[in-house]
């Protein structure tokens, strides 16, 4: 896809970027801005929160050359409308044979028996939703017990207590929230 333009960028975690690298960062973007400007590009902002802070960047579209493409990713749909995005794709979290192959992808034991393995992986795939994020890390941390009683007790204490991995997401999107926001998610 890539190919198709003059120039391409990635910039993960948008808001921890300019957050973490105050005035530098500011004066980085405005440099890679200079260098994109009136080319065909790929710019892909991942997890922007404030929509103030991804204007910053595109400023408008104007610099843009004809035919860049803009991707934005957030989990505010506030931000999209905010930043005049036209068209926003929603994505659906995997279907049940998707979420079989990337957890046994994940999860993969040459040791096991997948016929073994498959009441906890159908378990395992409910309780993810779905979330590919969720059962990569979910798999990852199945992988390592040595037997199919000991996957099934960690998975079972998941719900007392998720893997770090899981927190750090949740929490990342709950300090999103503004303190409304907070209260209704904790009532």
């Known amino acids: 896809m890539s190919g198709k333009f003059e120039a391409y960028c990635f910039i993960e975690d948008y808001d921890k970027v300019i957050h973490e690298k105050g005035l530098y960062g500011s004066t980085k973007l405005s440099l890679l801005r ?34 860049s493409l803009i991707i934005i990713t957030s989990r505010d749909k506030q931000v999209f409308r905010l930043c005049g995005v036209n068209q926003v794709y929603e994505v659906q979290g995997l279907n049940e044979k998707e979420a079989r192959q990337l957890f046994s992808l994940c999860m993969s034991r040459n040791d096991m028996a997948e016929q073994d393995l498959y009441e ?32 099934e007790t960690t998975f079972l204490n998941f719900n007392r207590r998720p893997p770090s991995e899981i927190v750090v997401a949740i929490k990342s999107s709950y300090d999103t929230l503004s303190d409304s926001e907070k209260n209704i998610f904790l009532e």
Do not use: Q, T
Not at 129 to 141: C, D, H, K, V
């Open 34 to 67: 200079d260098k994109l400007n009136n080319k065909r590009v790929l710019v892909v902002l991942d997890d922007v929160c404030n929509p103030l802070a991804a204007e910053y960047f595109l400023g408008g579209f104007d610099w843009f050359g004809p035919e």
């Open 120 to 151: 906890l992986s159908i378990e395992v795939i409910k309780y993810a939703n779905g979330n590919p994020l969720a059962l990569n890390i979910y798999g990852r941390e199945l992988k390592h017990e040595r037997k199919l009683s000991e996957m």
